[in-house]
């Protein structure tokens, strides 16, 4: 629903151009362990005798038995976290930010990526050239991460496009007109080795914000959802999971009217933030078409549930909603969470909030799972061969583009010397 207010915009963040990224890698000291006290000096060998010792046993001293309030409890382990991540930004910062947002919690994983298709042309939609290669670099990093993708049904998405329009667009949509570009996206996804993200399909369908809305036409737009699924499922290689994400509450339309189906829905999301101006954490749950009713539907239907954004908004700084929707995830156990970490609905890249800040960092701080056995004998490693310095030909310039360009390039790019003769 914030998508609907300020934060809609902030999604158009464009990423053709871009210049260098560097992630910041977070160092983990090692840990120090206590030596062994001082050796003891060898007593002096006995004389020697010629009458056997006398064996005398030794006494036997029963161990002390403590009482039970001084024996020391083991520590209580920390619950396992359950997978998270934040919305940082739609480029490569978004990547980059997340080992620092892991940093600011002590370490503990972020293993949730969540990004924006934009939905300003249907290239955009079919993701364009070096748009998803950085957020696919790091999906394939760890198998236990989770990339999440958020998916116009439309172009000119945000462009206030009357009811009329979305309506033929929705029929036009159900009838096939715009196969190819879902097509195209679910190829490029497999070719990126990314074939099962999590896509966010037409979010935020019972609002008024996007032309994928589906007010205009609920059973075009059901149709159109389900053509779409199909065309992607289609492709080889895939293992895509359709998240069908309403904002909470009822919004332009009930949500429920949107629901294409069992067939093609695998999640059951919701974008949920702190408003409107006063309402309790109570009240957003037991709402029409809150937070209860999206649990008690999911599980009508075998579905899992995620909140694909959450946080801070109508309220200001609000501490308690933070304690009371963390404690709604612990309970629930969404398949994900991403929270939207920005100015007004973020706690680590926005000032505003320092006391929900805590909340959230103290929740999540320093939830790791142990650190792999460290092996006794190292692996020995060849030297590696050093790689020369970079020299363009002799008739050639080097253009600077920045690492992030060369990198996803292959090399640096020259400029012949003799171009502008050759133009003449």
Known sequence: MAAQQDGARSRRLAVVAVTAVASVAL????????????????????????????????????????????????????????????FLDSGPLGVARMADLSRWLGGTEVKVAHTYLPGNHWTDIEGSPGFLDVWAHWRRGKPDRTL?????????????????AVRRLLRQGASG??????????????????????????????????THRCGPDPASWKAYWNRIVTTMRSVPGQKFRFDFTPSRGRDAVPWTECYPGDNTVDIIGMDSYDQPNGLSFDAQ?????????????????????????????????????????LAWIDEHKPLYNTLTDYCPHGVWQCPDNPASARV???????????????PTTPTPTPNPTPTPPYKPPADCSPLDLGDWVEYWLGGKLCIRLDWWSRTR
């Open 27 to 86: 160092a983990v000291g090692p840990g120090f362990a206590a030596g062994p006290g001082a050796a003891q000096a060898a007593a002096p060998p006995a004389p020697p005798s010629t009458t056997p010792a006398p064996v005398i046993p030794a006494p036997v001293t029963p161990a002390p038995v403590l009482p039970t309030s001084v024996i020391p409890a083991p520590a209580p382990a920390k619950p396992a976290v359950l997978p998270f991540g934040a």
């Open 148 to 164: 999440v993708l958020n998916v116009p049904m439309q172009e000119h998405n945000e462009d206030d496009v009357s009811d009329a």
């Open 360 to 374: 959230y960092r103290t929740a999540l701080y320093d939830r790791t799972e142990e650190p792999a056995p460290v």
């Open 177 to 210: 007109a715009f196969d190819q570009h879902f097509k195209a996206l679910a190829e490029r996804l497999v070719q990126l080795k990314v074939p099962d993200t999590v896509i966010v399909l037409g979010w935020e369908m019972n609002g008024t914000t996007y």
């Open 285 to 325: 749950v037991k709402e029409p078409y809150g937070l209860q009713q999206q649990v008690d539907f999911a599980k009508s239907h075998g579905k899992p549930i995620s909140y694909p954004e959450w946080g801070l908004f109508r309220n200001g700084d609000d501490p308690e909603y933070l304690r009371r929707m």
